[in-house]
């Protein structure tokens, strides 16, 4: 599919005029600056020394810390995040119970990196390739924000003789991993270094830990309406799915579940009663996560990602009971592949952070449910 590549790609020249232009670029406007001068590169603070340790399952994983006692653990196999968790250690990302840690069986939790497809809409394995292959630490990454060294990790995964044969495009594909105070960020670069355009799709997979999905039904009559006050404010949370997600009402999706129809979402926030697969097209750059029971939501910002993936396979297709305390929210580009010119770089930025929530804070009134009124 060959479409005309948006302002956020910019050809890697070497010329001195375009390496300025390349420099001057606005990181809030998205751009990437694939060059700096030999004086930055020199006055460039360079990236702590990682201690890569074994971890129990024998994969080569690099930790994370902040000084107030949050934590991100990076497995180098798929440069997948397997655990995210806060200050109080509340670990905040699911990871499957039955996770296969084997190669080259991907890990089935945390946030994977899916390139270059994503789901099984093409020729290749599901999720692409990225996720099943060993990365490497980026020992000269770019000068992207976020700068603390301490809290950042910086991989790259390069074509190999063995990628080509399963795809036969070269590629450069770089991510960056820094972990603050309550936030976790993610940026992705993929770099054309093939003679020749290739497009791809390219998603993060979000496995994010929740209290029970399921939607429970309270019945009852009320015939006092002045002593009900307090029974709708004890009961609220169970009129509705504990967990819920705000941001993608109103938008087309398709749903993967019926062979990828194309439907707009009715309902005022996404509850879950049954198996969802779901890509929400054209989706805000924040989309929020509410847990009331944990009195928590996750806000999920994102940039260079215009799709969102929801996702949960319920009791039909789980292998386990775990299916009720996860669903996937992804940042993704799916339905309009990207596509690169030689020496074209695209970047997706993600962030991920908590933030203290109540369910019934007025978004819903309570009463509309009890009496449904309109």
Known sequence: MQTKPSSQFRILSE?????????????????????V??????????????????????????????????????????????????????????????????QPKAI???????????????????QGISRNRLWTLDMDPSPLPPSDNHSSLDLI????????????????????????????????????????????TFGLCNYLSVSDIRFVFFFFLIFNIEASIFLISEVCSKFFSEVRIEGLETLDFFDNLMNRTRFTEQADAITFDGQMDRVYLRTPPKIAIIDHEKKKTFVLKKNGMPDAVVWNPW????????????????????????????????????????????????????????????
Not at 108 to 126: A, D, H, K, M, T
Not at 160 to 169: G, Q, S, V, Y
Not at 328 to 343: F, G, N
């Open 157 to 200: 995964l390069k074509s190999t003789r063995e990628d080509l044969k399963i795809w036969p495009r070269s590629f450069e594909l770089r991510l960056r991993i820094s972990l603050s105070c309550g936030k976790l960020v993610l940026i992705s670069r993929v770099r054309n270094t093939d003679n020749k355009p290739f497009s791809f």
């Open 108 to 126: 089935r939790g945390g946030i994977s990196v899916c390139f270059p497809q994503f789901g099984n809409v093409g020729s290749l394995e599901q």
């Open 15 to 35: 010329k001195p005029t375009r390496m300025r232009e390349a420099n001057e670029l606005d990181w809030k406007r998205g751009k990437v600056k694939p060059f």
């Open 315 to 374: 009791e039909r297709k789980a292998k386990e009971e775990d299916y009720k305390s996860m669903i996937c929210v992804d940042s993704a580009v799916i339905e309009t592949p990207v596509v690169l010119k030689p020496r074209e770089e695209w970047k997706g930025y993600q962030e991920l952070s908590t933030v203290s929530s109540s369910y019934c804070s007025g978004q819903l009134d309570p009463r509309k449910v009890v009496y449904g009124f309109h």
């Open 37 to 102: 001068s030999n004086i930055r590169a020199k006055l460039r603070p360079r990236p702590m020394p990682m201690n890569i340790v074994q971890d129990m399952d024998g994969l080569p994983s690099v930790v994370l810390t902040e000084p107030n006692g949050s934590s991100v653990k990076v497995v180098l196999y798929g440069a997948q995040v397997v655990s995210w968790k806060n200050e109080q250690k509340e670990e905040l990302l699911f990871r499957s119970s039955k996770a296969n840690w084997k």
